[in-house]
């Protein structure tokens, strides 16, 4: 089968073997946001029409391809729910010489109410299950909007997202933080280990951001320093909070290349035991989904 | 004497009579950003100068004039400070015809070593404090970095600054969460106070956030109460840290017509007591600290 990982700015698609192992992989930067309306069913032929022409029926895709903006839209399944629920919930999809289907977004509430959702992270979450047993976890997906993730005999519990990336973003571009420090200066991890020994303390992060720049204003943080102590400040936030709202260590860990050393190093300064996976857990849980699915 | 708040938008001048009591009073939209290099006295004389040729002889400056960006700096003073230390302080300034100067902003280091500063605040507090007595006290003053002061003995002891009107401007207009919001609607007080009720639990800020999201995405949150829902949010968060970081009640609040009403709000929200105070504390603490001075 194939499984295509389709989200905002790219397209990754794998072949696998029937023992479940990626004999190919194909990346492109095809993004829903650069395919036209009615575009999906050209754009899937173009990318993988000669392994399809070599035999292969089913095709699974994950990510925004099923948001509103994609192709067609897979409703959001309500937690708790596993790879069966998912399974069961993907959407076919109209496509001639294939079975194409859909992998739904999960949706939760909070004790308060307040709802959550997740769409591509779901298939990420179902590649790690086989490596983190069925027991009680705790998942970080580090990112623009990072996910922690409770699982419960295999399946996703409930989630929260953080806004900890595009908050970065918004106070280092848009506020008087970012007039005194240098956004491309390279990682300084002493600055960044400073910013998350500060989030452990008091004050608040609307507090503790303000002294990103009194510091700069007496000398004690340079320009080249700012984003990274900006960056653990903020961080170290997030992980703060998500160890007061309770988890289950170890933290089982994968992300981008950028972010994954960054988060390891906060709940390594929390005290908190984690563990990294492998990448690519979206091409696991393609597969791991597939298995689940009654193809028509 | 004369006193003036000149801040870096605008500028306001009191005329005092022997008492205390303002006789006249002028605003203009002159702050230091509008002053070219070296046009502070022609624009001094311009905005007082008949009040000057009418017999006054001192004049008191306080506010972002007083910074590097202004005519001259007056260097920050370290806490504890009260009316005697700031008036001694003050820094003269070369000026035809009479005796002026400028009130230095105050600086302070917490806990944890991280330093603070403000310029133009000092006065108001000055202003405030024949109101407040001399006991242990708090002072909150709303702004675009509110500031929470603790007061001890008559004097400044410390006090720390929060980035949450700057932090709301770049969030809803420069993150995915301004997309959903009505900016130009007017205050929704059901959603302020949703958003305030949201930040006294747990998850803390950055995962709050989200929810401003995910809420407009069910439905749940229209567009014209988004707004008011961020602004509870992050109101309701720096008031609880500020609480955490310990006050002594009731709070002292005085500050701009938009913002106060909502700190109020907030500060009955978590069951603590405040005072409101009449506005133009700036002016009664210019005329409390030029009493102090020694005037050549």
């Known amino acids: ?14 072949r696998f073997g ?12 095809r993004g829903i946001m650069t395919v036209p309306a009615g575009g999906f069913p050209a754009l899937l032929s173009e990318t993988i029409g000669d392994w399809l022409a070599a035999g ?3 095709v699974l895709l994950c990510g925004m391809v099923g948001s509103r903006q994609g192709w067609i839209e897979a409703p959001y399944l309500s937690c708790p729910a596993g790879a069966a629920e998912i399974a069961r919930a993907t959407v076919p999809v109209p496509f001639e010489g294939a079975s194409v289907r859909l992998v739904p977004g999960l949706t939760a509430r909070d004790a308060a109410g307040v709802p959550e959702v997740m769409r591509g992270e779901e298939t ?3 590649g790690l299950l086989p490596e983190i047993g069925p027991g ?29 990336g595009e908050v970065f973003s918004a106070l280092s571009q848009h506020t008087i933080l970012g007039r005194m420090m240098d ?3 390279p990682h300084a991890p002493a600055a960044f280990a400073r910013g998350l020994a500060r989030a452990k303390g008091r004050g608040g992060l609307l507090h503790h951001l ?15 320093e700012g984003a990274s102590y900006l960056s653990g400040l903020l961080i170290g936030h997030e992980v703060a909070a998500a160890l007061e709202a309770g988890v289950a260590p170890p933290i089982h860990l994968t992300g981008s290349a950028a972010l994954e050393p960054r988060y390891a190093e906060a709940l390594a300064a929390f005290g908190i035991p984690f563990r990294i996976h492998a990448p690519d857990a979206a091409a696991r849980g393609l597969w791991h989904i597939a298995q689940e699915i009654a193809w028509s």
Request: hydrophobic share 45%; with cysteine.
């Open 136 to 164: 009680e976890a705790t998942v970080c997906l580090p990112g623009t909007h990072p996910k922690w993730i409770r699982l419960q005999g295999g399946r996703v519990a409930g989630f929260a997202t953080a806004m900890t």
């Open 124 to 126: 990420k979450i179902i």
């Open 210 to 224: 303000f002294g990103t720049r009194t510091l700069a204003l007496m000398g004690e943080l340079t320009e080249a």
């Open 183 to 185: 956004l491309k200066a």
């Open 56 to 58: 292969e029926l089913r």
């Open 1 to 14: 089968m194939i499984g295509v990982d389709w989200g905002t700015s790219s397209l990754r698609a794998w």
């Open 18 to 29: 029937p023992d479940g192992a990626a004999r190919d992989m194909r990346e492109a930067p």
